[in-house]
């Protein structure tokens, strides 16, 4: 995929324009195979490279996790990056900003949990900083793995079916209880608190060589299909009853609601991907056996590019643009 | 090097502390040729990394750097970290927390004031993550280069030879005259704000096969010989006479304070390094001429543990622990 690809396969949305003109004037490199745009760089060596930033107050917020779920959570959310390109863990970089009162017990279960989410799935940690930040908590989590053939967002085919690993929402229907000071129920908020990679899962569907694209869901469904639509050059049609929703998001009173926490609520990092039609169903099975998790066929790529949602009236809507956007508050 | 040697090859200091306390819990793994402790972790393939984390009232304030100097100092100091190694830079990752004002002024100016950084040393711009940050502005640049034989903090020798690059104490001058609310004069300000990564002239000697032991200096002199001391096993003895201290810290009033900058006043991002006695003559007129960067003889490794300060007078100091601790103030 060539450089000038992804600079334009970025989908829509604010924080989106914001990275779009970063990447206009930034420098590429001959080590470097899959530039900015993907969910991991791919260099020399096949190693991949991505990183999260949590900020106090925006991705969490301390009377929601406790430290020691704030470090899992930082590092889970960070190696999804990880599964969404099929690499193997090879380890990440933590850089902590803590406030003076954080020294050293909070700092100590912080990294308690990010070791916790590293031992998960046989990650090292390879270093990273420590200082002090005055206002907030900032953690920082650079994820290094291994991939000689990195599955991209951009391999979506027309007629590939798209499909999505687990069920959606819950996470989301934890964080509407949360914003709303309502308890969430155990499963919504261990879903939240408490997200789980999917690499292995996504190492062995690669290895079976049955996937075209590949993606996490963080944005939202909607949001990092996409994503697939963009950098593939296609469009990608849900069908809305095909949607796997997560029993946490169904005890959500309205079903526009429970819906809009599926497609859109973010948060998930279940897998989501696209494969030539037929393929997935032969190796199904064996897939929910080995990882009681399960599969669900969710929609399929055509001609042409963005989203469309069909309705269960059997309307189709175009829905570009319905995932999380860090800055959406400053758009129009 | 193993692993448990780094662990306990930190130097003293509270952030070194809670630094070691996370190491001691933290996995190891199989693709991990040295884990933390030293200025990069290097991974299979010789990749090496590592992370810098600058926040907004401790790093860096917005009444003393541009927009553009915060990007390009972020960039340049953790770009350091490959020369601090002898590594070839390959790529940085940026993640950005700004507030709602800096977008998208200010974070466009930051970035490209990373890039300014970059291309001065063919670095590419892999990606990294954008996302708002109420409080205050934090950014954390994780470097990536190759490294076949990297040097380390671990070898320095008995009989060696400490160096040191360039003139030091400069950005501690500049910070002092800031700190006071004074104007710097401008080659204290250039050295503060736009520290250059001595990548090449690390690579070059390096490649001369002339160095035992690198670090590069950003706690200042003594922080950072005390570090290669640690790792090494052995006692360093500096020459206080021998300290190349620039003008514009022999500028500032008082001749221990103008020592302590060029010692302890830290940002330099000079190279500091120990060689074999004698050999950095053979080759020092041609480094000089082609970098225009002088190199000074600053002392000598011994046995023994820690660094020693012989002062002018002849009488000889322990000074361990002389470096920026981002927690000191936490201490005892």
Redesign the interface.
């Known amino acids: 995929m060539s450089d000038s690809t992804l600079r334009s396969a970025l989908a829509a949305g604010?924080?989106f324009?914001?990275?779009r003109?970063?990447?206009a004037?930034?420098?590429?490199?001959d080590?470097?195979r899959v530039?900015?745009?993907d969910d991991?760089?791919i260099?020399?060596?096949g190693?991949a490279?991505?990183?999260?930033?949590s900020?106090e107050?925006?991705?969490f917020r301390r009377d929601w996790l406790s430290a020691k779920e704030i470090g899992y959570r930082a590092a889970a959310v960070a190696l999804s990056d990880l599964a969404a390109v099929a690499a193997r863990p090879?380890?990440v970089?933590?850089?902590?900003?803590c406030t003076?009162a954080d020294?050293?017990e909070a700092?100590?279960l912080i990294?308690?949990g990010v070791?916790e989410a590293?031992?998960a799935c046989?990650?090292?940690?390879?270093?990273?900083?420590?200082?002090?930040?005055?206002?907030?908590l900032?953690i920082?989590v650079?994820v290094?793995g291994?991939a000689a053939t990195p599955v991209l967002r951009s391999g979506a085919r027309v007629g590939d079916s798209l499909w999505v690993t687990g069920r959606l929402g819950a996470a989301g229907a934890a964080v509407r209880m949360l914003q709303r000071g309502r308890v969430p129920g155990d499963d919504a908020r261990h879903a939240y608190a408490h997200p789980v990679p999917r690499i292995a899962e996504a190492r062995w569907l690669a290895g079976h060589g049955v996937l075209s694209s590949l993606i996490d869901v963080s944005d939202g469904l909607l949001g990092d299909a996409a994503h697939i639509a963009a950098a593939s050059g296609v469009a990608v049609l849900i069908e809305q009853g095909a949607v796997p929703l997560h029993p946490a998001a169904r005890r959500v009173r309205g079903s526009s609601v429970q819906l809009d926490l599926a497609l859109s609520g973010g948060d998930d990092y279940e897998l989501c991907f696209t494969s030539p039609a037929g393929a997935i169903e032969k190796i199904q099975e064996q897939f929910e056996a080995m990882f009681a998790v399960p599969l669900s066929r969710v929609g399929q790529v055509f001609e042409g590019n963005g989203v469309k949602l069909r309705r269960e009236t059997g309307v189709v809507d175009d829905v570009a643009g319905g995932g999380y956007q860090?800055?959406e508050?400053?758009r129009g």
Request: charged share 20%; with cysteine; hydrophobic share 40%.
């Open positions: 604010a924080e324009d914001m990275i003109r970063f990447l004037g930034a420098p590429g490199g080590g470097v530039g900015p745009g991991c760089a260099i020399e060596g190693i490279l991505s990183s999260d930033l900020v107050g925006v991705h090879i380890g970089l933590v850089s902590l900003g003076d020294v050293p700092a100590d990294m308690e070791t590293l031992r046989g990650a090292a940690l390879l270093g990273g900083d420590v200082t002090r930040s005055p206002a907030s900032v920082d650079t290094v291994h860090h800055f508050e400053n």
